[in-house]
């Protein structure tokens, strides 16, 4: 029986990995199969001409075989789709794996509570491993971690210039082959209008997501491969069936013998055979490690290879093409309507993966204090991770259009293009070598090979699309220069702004000796207090109860923050303390999320937060209630002018009595209680401050004992939470800092023109914390705050 379960499971494994490998040829695969629109037409362009002995088509065939085979194929599903940050895939997952297992991040408003997160797993426990020299070195140079961050914000601009590039060139190669159709004048006029028209479209329909149309992708680009693989096989039987041949490496040598400068030059071309392949890694939260694997290795692949076979085999056979060489000109004439429309199809479909992922990566750089705030907008509540940007969707149109307009050619546009997709692949062979160093711990050696090998190839490539930089490259380079302006801009001023917060925040008995006899008024009402800081009183706080001297009667001090991690699961976001004695109604609520989470709606958000407080009240009391049973607990108890510890809040339901038991333990782990009456049950983790001895905790109470302090613990508790439910119910008000950062006087010109102009010209045009947050106008306090850094 267990034999036969077993296999029943593994089928059901099989046909999910079947089913999402066949789901991802319309997400992944898009941007990579339509390559075969362009390559030999970019390579062909300028720098070489294709000769009656065929060597210039049977070298190029080689090096678009082993290119394809040595860099999507072994480099990316053998190596570099293993890397995954929980299932997650790109740059940033990679930087988020380095930073847990080396403390190289330059995020501010880290805690030790933050490793607790089930998701944020290490390879291996850090006392038991050693730490390699490659680690103490880079924790040792502050230097390195800024270079790391800037080579990871290098790959992500490039990202986001190759979601301007490849809509431009998958779209207007598979519109060019209207050339064969009509006369070089009317074509002229027809091509740059229609392209145009299709991107306009392209754009106006992201906001509706892609989830809408999600179920015509894979079908279009299984028709796609299926239909270059076939012409492809077609051009091989009849055309050339030795083509096969030109698969050795020995073509390579022989192409690059004859054509010397000017094969180098062309590699530049060669190289766009595997553009979208780093979408493989960038998408591999939506489906799996397998399906990914399955989908490339069985159907996209061999396709491919077929469809550039068969293109070599046709162009070996005809010389003299009465029109420049393009795929359109191996398709048979009988065919050629229904594959132009296919291939249109087809580069919309690839176009509109490119943009997904762009809108991806701009949100995880916004959660990562790396962008400056844009509104954020999840079109579907079942699929994750699918979202729209509206500025940066706008954006990306004007560039695309003026993109075609201003190349209005493949060349050009394939060079600009090539340079981008390099740049990402060799940053992400940089970030996977460290992660074999840091993460799966491997000998050093075997990294260097892997980036000797890899960036070899790589940078071969890169340098080839260098030379093209009068001809197209120069636009990724300068998109990514303003871009990386932009976004190194705004981390340091955000860094430098936490550090002010952190040096001037005020002591926590400061907030207790506010009282009636200083004129301090408590006014009903629940008022949420946003800040950075983890511990202690903001400075904007203090500024706003100077000035008007009075705060709620319930205080909450909330810290949004992202921590390293692609999920954090929501049992586990809310940590939850109280700021003084209970006596003073302020707590303190950090809510975490990672880099991929959805952000809650004010709404459900102040709702859960009320929640989270019931339920931490009635932890703390039940604590509270043992504490006065334990001597050795009591001067805890009673510490009233420190902060309590924080405690993981989870979805716990506090009804009966709970059961508790003592259990000492020397591990840096946390507290967990266990509710018997509760079917299923979330743990509740404390947390102990940093470099503090911990000790797991599980209490124990009778109910027959001391029910005298039980009844006037129970009064407290009650109201308590009357005094929630009263403050809830007058209102919540939302208390913002209203920033101005200035550069300290004596800094460098750069910094000053960095800080006083670049920055606040950003912050005062992009969107404001309390559009970022979703706070209603009619419940928001701001205080202006100026930052002096």
Known sequence: RVAYFGILLQKNSWRTSLLLAYQSLGVVYGDLSTSPLYVYKSTFAEDIQHSETNEEIFGVLSFVFWTLTLVPLFKYVFVVLRADDNGEGGTFALYSLICRHARVSLLPNRQVADEALSTYKLEHHPEKKSSSGVKLYLEKHKVLHTALLILVLLGTCMVIGDGVLTPAISVFSAVSGLELSMSKEHHQYAVIPITCFILVCLFALQHYGTHRVGFFFAPIVLTWLLCISSLGIYNIIYWNPHVYQALSPYYMFKFLKKTRKGGWMSLGGILLCITGSEAMFADLGHFSYSAIQTAFTFLVYPALILAYMGQAAYLSQHHHTSYQISFYVSVPESVRWPVLIIAILASVVGSQAIISGTFSIINQSQSLSCFPRVKVIHTSDKIHGQIYIPEINWVLMILCIAVTIGFRDTKHMGNASGLAVMTVMLVTTCLTSLVIILCWHKPPIVALFFLLFFGSIEL???????????????????????????????????????????????????????????????????????????????????????????FHRVLVFVCVKSVPVPFVPPAERYLVGRVGPAAHRSYRCIVRYGYRDVHQDVDSFESELVSKLADFIHYDWHRSQHSSHSEEDVSHSNESTSECRLAVIGTVAFSGTPAYEIEESVEPASVSIGFSTVESVTDVIEMEPVHAVERRVRFAIDDDSESDVRTNMELHLREELQDLLAAQEAGTAFILGHSHVRAKQGSSVFKRLAINFGYNFLRRNCRGPDVALKVPPVSLLEVGMVYVV
């Open 460 to 550: 071969l490539y890169f340098s080839a699309s260098l030379t093209k930089f009068t001809e197209g490259a120069w636009l990724p380079i300068l998109l990514a220069l303003f871009l990386m302006t932009i976004m190194f801009v705004w981390h340091y001023a955000t860094i430098k702004k936490y550090e002010f917060d952190l040096h001037n925040k005020v002591s926590l008995e400061w907030l207790l000796a506010l009282g009636p006899s200083l004129g301090i008024a408590r006014v009903p009402g629940i008022g949420l207090v946003f800040t950075d800081l983890t511990s202690g009183i903001p400075a904007n706080f203090s500024r706003f109860v100077t000035n008007l001297p009075a």
